[in-house]
């Protein structure tokens, strides 16, 4: 419900076109009459050839979702915006693009990967990239320094100055809580922090100005060998190879609070300020978890560098861990399903004044982690309902349609999800087999007895057994059997 | 929830163009290399003076949304999504844009309006202009000839070969059922049908060529005088002003059931044999929406046309009654909230052997009726809460962080909506302030003597009563005071 289609938005936007077509409007018309004239005359001369030509498809890259992939979105959209919800977060929403210089400068190396739309009457405009650097310039816009929300079910953030290390723990807490009650196996969380990373980079001998681009090539670790990476770095970042070496030493570290610890006695490291400021509220970081009960699903990884520009602290990410193939089970695919960290910088990049608001958010994957749901399910061959139908309101014998009309008003009126067959005089056999299809747990049926008897027939669609309700009782039965709660909540 | 973002979608299709970067990639990590050193130099020169000359705006056309207009626009989200369910709707999804050519030739005259993209690797796209045309381009994909879904929580269809009328029933019985339980104002529902509008356009003497522009004229008579509209037909469309005034004698009637009657009496209609079929289901139309208890809100109204080319039997658009405004209270905007119409041949414009699927269907004007819903909650100064939080948990004494942290993680463990403040040690004053602020109902406040006794003491915001909850029953005790269901339901 977060959403605000694009649709809207671009509607509005064709308004604004109106104004200047109204003066084109004489001649399109004059063109019209025209055009219809020659449809008119093409249809005389048969069946239109064109069609043929036709290719039926959705554009590249873009596909659709049937009612079964909707009902899986619908499942998972339901566990993540319930956490969300559950945290005490607001909703906003923002347009789905911004103007092009609002994302410039923001992504790094990821900025190549930007969408740029034609010039709209002078504006330059891009699609947006994420949904952080849209909620910083909404903040910045309307002068907020303090607010905790969600945006179209799958970014969460809270900004303001507190103190250390809170929100970033209930953060963690949120991805934890998000990806055990989506059930789709093991995980771990990666974390670590910038301020770390940067110190590392320092006393191993990065130059300042390279540091970003590093932070680039650390990040493909989790897809990529060391060895690759550090041709990168070596080949075509030009660093030197011993300095690669030396940061090759601690990336391929990772462990709990005692890696902090370790590293807090690091004769090299624990003397350079940044880092030392990163392990302390780490070590913090681990306190609160502990009290979270989360501290077993954390791993402080070295090599987790995260490859957006805005990061300036604590950085994380969640994989899910490969589970041994079931027989006859496809293995799935392993990798990044949620992610974040704090962003101190970003907002007053936007700010006149440069004012700051720190912010720490998380990204839940929402696309990959439908295509494992929907694996999951076809893999173990379940039926995925896509109605939420409660009853279907039938009839035993013909000329019952008026009836039948009348009562699914009835119950729709009551708040029943009901359906009926839209023929006129349906046969019973084929009333019951589109419950079973359809999985609609209950039928009511209507015929001459009982509407002489002032009852329904209301009959189990899985047991068979049927027995005859009041009429004034039916509402109160269906909702008891279907598990409706009948109080209102 | 029926929600897929355009980023999504966005972002797959920049994964095509990432191939294509790839090869620039070595001369843009040199250029990199360049823009970090200068920026370097640049921060050395002190503040950013580009700064002063960003503006931070969203681009014309768009705007955001704050929590407060979120709250509402999930509230009315809710009441369709509701409804849509009640009548056993699927849910299914397309993508934001289409092959420019799946638009062409649906729309009429409104095609002008069609917003088209940049050129994305020789595929010519445009944004979808409603979800009508993509719907019919999903079922002939999906070699669909049965199906009742709802699309992004406005629009829902019924197709499939049916006996006539009664899913076009059930569509103004969902229509009204929304609009009553939103609560925006009484509402009336004009319903004609475009086989009586093209029987009443050849019996008037207009062309065959000319029916679908006179149509669009025939539509601006909710907006416009009889004499523009006649003006219109006359001047720019070249119709003789006799034929316009023989139809301005049909379009001005409107009326219920007996205005169906009557036109069946028609000399020179009833000779029509469109018309005469339009007029037979419109009959039929009624006695359904009688038996739906809806009769009442219809009005038969042969000046309601709808501009849209794809419309070929019954079409409809529920209108807002201007009520009286209240003392102070502005007058709101009135016009449609909701239309829509039988449109038998869309599918088979995009089925390669032109095989047709009959299909009836509506849109709900959502953007229109969040605004009228602002409006009204902002003229009664009604408060709206933008989070669901049941319950802060607080302290009142100093060092109890770890304490409220473990509380407010057993309680989001429990399902229980939860907050704290993340402050080492905050005020208990500033804690209660912060529940009037935010709505919060309930305060679970740890002290000394608390811990030690194993209770927390559960704080009313509004009622300022304190008891004693035993920890083990805290959770119970939440949900019992919140309304929310001790069952699983």
């Known amino acids: ?38 449809l008119k005359l093409k249809a005389q001369l048969g069946p239109d050839e064109s069609k043929q030509k036709f290719v039926l498809k959705t554009p590249k890259g873009t596909r659709d979702y049937s009612p079964r992939q909707m009902a899986v979105r619908e499942k998972v959209f ?11 977060a607001e909703v906003i929403d923002t347009p789905v693009f ?21 010039d709209q009457g002078g504006e330059l405009l891009s699609l947006r990239y994420d949904l952080t650097v849209p909620f910083a310039r909404y903040l910045a816009m309307n002068k907020l320094t303090n607010i905790k929300r969600y945006h179209i079910a799958k970014d969460f953030d809270i900004a303001g100055n507190f103190d250390p290390m809170i929100p970033d723990a209930e953060c963690l807490k949120i ?39 590093i932070c680039s090539s650390v990040d493909k670790l989790d897809k990529v060998s060391w060895e690759e990476v550090k041709n990168e770095m070596v080949g075509e970042k030009g660093l030197a190879p011993e300095v690669a070496d030396r940061i090759g030493d601690y990336v391929q570290q990772h462990g709990g609070v005692s890696l902090v610890e370790q590293l807090l006695q690091d004769p090299k490291l624990s003397q350079n300020k940044q880092a030392l400021e990163g392990l302390g509220d780490l070590k913090l970081l681990f306190e609160y978890l502990t009290l979270f009960g989360i501290d077993d699903k954390i ?24 589970t041994p193939a079931q027989a006859g089970e496809e293995p799935l695919g392993v990798g990044s399903v949620a992610a974040g960290g704090r962003y101190d910088g970003l907002v007053g990049m936007f700010d006149p004044k440069g004012r700051k608001v720190p912010c720490v958010g998380l990204s839940i994957g929402v696309e990959r982690i439908f295509s494992i749901v929907e694996q999951r399910l076809e893999a173990l061959e379940e ?5 939420e139908t409660q009853v279907l309101v039938a009839s035993a014998q013909k000329k019952l349609l008026e009836e039948r009309l009348k009562l699914v008003s009835e119950l729709w ?17 084929n009333q019951l087999q589109y419950c079973e299809e359809a999985g609609i747990p209950l039928v009511a049926i209507i015929g001459e007895q009982e509407l002489k008897d002032g009852v329904i027939k209301l009959r189990s669609v899985t047991s068979r057994e049927e027995v005859d309700v009041r009429r004034e009782d039916l ?9 409706q709660p009948l109080c209102i909540c």
Chains 1, 2 share one sequence.
């Open 1 to 38: 419900m977060a959403e605000r289609a694009a649709l809207e938005e671009l509607v509005k936007l064709q308004g604004e076109r109106v104004r200047g077509l109204k003066q084109q409007k004489a001649s399109a018309e004059l063109i019209e009459e025209e055009v219809a004239k020659l």
């Open 78 to 88: 339901d566990v993540i915006i319930h956490c969300f919800k559950r945290h005490g």
């Open 98 to 118: 911004e103007l092009k210089e609002t994302l410039t400068g923001k992504y790094g190396e990821d900025s190549k990967l930007i969408y740029d739309l034609k």
């Open 175 to 213: 991805m934890c809580e998000i990806l055990s009650s989506l059930q789709i196996g093991d995980f771990l969380v990666k974390v670590n922090d910038r301020r770390i990373l940067d110190g590392m980079f320092a006393i191993c001998g990065v130059s300042d100005s390279k540091f970003r681009t």
């Open 299 to 322: 791993s402080f990884d070295l090599s987790l560098a995260r490859g957006l520009d805005y990061y300036t602290g604590v950085i994380y990410e969640a994989v899910l861990l490969q």
């Open 383 to 387: 039926k995925v309902r896509t109605t």
């Open 413 to 429: 009126d009551a708040g029943i999800k009901a359906e009926l067959l839209y023929k006129k005089n349906p046969k019973l056999l």
């Open 475 to 483: 509402v109160e039965e269906i909702k008891r059997r279907t598990g």
